[in-house]
């Protein structure tokens, strides 16, 4: 099996053309990164909103909820809605991303809300001390605070969009999914399993090229590691032996 799937993989007809790789892999991202655009649009405005006024916290609550809908039956519950009232190729396009959209703001509208609502009092309540109006606070002490659990909920968001959008093959669109649905037509497990691969392998290529992002943009202060953070708050401080010791002569 593993000998069929390295040959399916390295074949030159796989390489080129409409259906080669290369053209299945852009479409992949395009699909993706269309989704994760418009639900970072929608959910991070709004996850900063509710953080920075702890209004409508149900929201987030509601969209965690929302996980529960079975991707696959809400692609063709959509496409069937949207099919009949369109007739380009939009009436693939549409419910596809629709999904892949509404799958991606519950971990980034928690991700970015938690961050916000994790900020140290003391640092908002001193930026209102020198004079900050809200939206300063917000732009310029929470936003920074809140990138390491905002950006940690683009990546979970990432993984799954990359993952899910393989179904996006189930109404005739293209892809890494394809290589899935053509293959289990026809029942060739060697094109299967090797689009399987391309697709776990482009989620932890851009898993990890997120990850860099996130190194880079947070702030070595907020890099530390929670574990770490609760130790040094447990360990108690002892003082030096020499801070305790007598002067001569007293």
């Given at each position: 099996m593993l000998t069929s799937i390295w040959t399916w993989l390295t074949a030159p007809e796989q390489w080129s053309g409409t259906r080669g790789i290369p053209n299945r892999l852009l479409e992949h991202l395009g699909y993706s990164l269309l989704s994760?655009?418009?639900a970072a649009a929608i959910a991070i405005p709004l996850g900063l909103w509710v953080g920075h006024s702890g209004r409508a916290r149900w929201l987030v609550t509601v969209s965690n909820a929302a996980r529960a809908i079975p991707s696959l039956g809400l692609l063709f519950?959509?496409?069937?809605?949207?099919?009949?009232?369109?007739?380009s190729d939009l009436a693939y396009v549409i419910p596809s991303v629709v999904v892949l959209v509404l799958l991606a703001i519950p971990p980034l509208l928690a991700g970015t809300y938690a961050g916000v609502?994790?900020?140290?009092?003391?640092?908002?309540?001193?930026?209102?001390g020198v004079g900050m109006r809200p939206a300063q606070v917000l732009r310029d002490?929470?936003?920074?605070?809140?990138?390491?659990?905002?950006l940690s909920g683009v990546r979970s968001a990432t993984l799954q969009v990359i993952a899910t959008a393989t179904i996006a093959a189930s109404v005739s669109l293209g892809g890494l999914g394809r290589y899935l649905i053509?293959?289990?037509a026809v029942r060739d497990y060697a094109q299967m399993a090797g689009g399987a691969l391309l697709v776990a392998g482009l989620a932890l290529a851009v898993d990890g090229a997120l990850a860099l992002i996130s190194r880079y943009a947070v702030s070595p202060g907020l890099r530390e590691s929670p574990a770490r953070a609760g130790k040094d708050r447990r360990e108690p401080r002892v003082a030096r032996p020499d801070a305790l010791a007598t002067p001569s002569g007293r």
């Open positions: 994760l655009a418009i519950a959509v496409a069937m809605f949207v099919g009949p009232r369109i007739s609502a994790a900020v140290d009092p003391a640092a908002r309540d001193a930026a209102y002490v929470e936003l920074p605070c809140a990138l390491p659990l905002l053509d293959g289990l």
